[in-house]
């Protein structure tokens, strides 16, 4: 199990940007895909985005497409989620979750660890 904790969340207007950070406890952090996913209230959780084990390759809801950008820092154990030109239905909690996998494209199902989220806000 990795041990992943998110932060940078908070209230924003609505066209503004946030930048979510999550830090891994693995030692082998470049063997994880990691992925980004959203709770609404009163909706199920939802996939964002997927970043593959070296960064060269992600995938994006279409929701977000455009607007979100997944990054990772092997060196630091972290992987980022840039959201700009946020919209009010943007509004949840988002996790950062990771699984064991060396694919070149992750399939964005069957995460194995995740964090404790950090709750995002986008007044209209």
């Known amino acids: 199990q990795v041990q992943l904790v998110e932060s940078g969340g908070g209230l924003v207007q609505a066209g503004g940007s946030l930048m979510l950070s999550c830090a891994a406890s693995a030692r082998t952090f470049s063997s994880y895909a990691m992925g980004w996913f959203r709770h609404a209230p009163g909706k199920e959780r939802v996939f964002v985005a997927v970043i593959n084990w070296s960064g060269g390759s992600t995938y994006y809801a279409s929701s977000v497409k455009g607007r979100f950008t997944i990054s990772r820092d092997n060196a630091k154990n972290t992987v980022y989620l840039q959201m700009n030109s946020l919209k009010p239905e943007d509004t949840a909690v988002y996790y950062c979750?990771?699984?064991?996998?060396?694919?070149?494209?992750?399939?964005?199902?069957?995460?194995?660890?995740w964090g404790q989220g950090t709750q995002v806000t986008v007044s209209s």
């Open positions: 979750a990771a699984k064991s996998t060396k694919a070149s494209i992750p399939d964005p199902r069957d995460f194995t660890s």
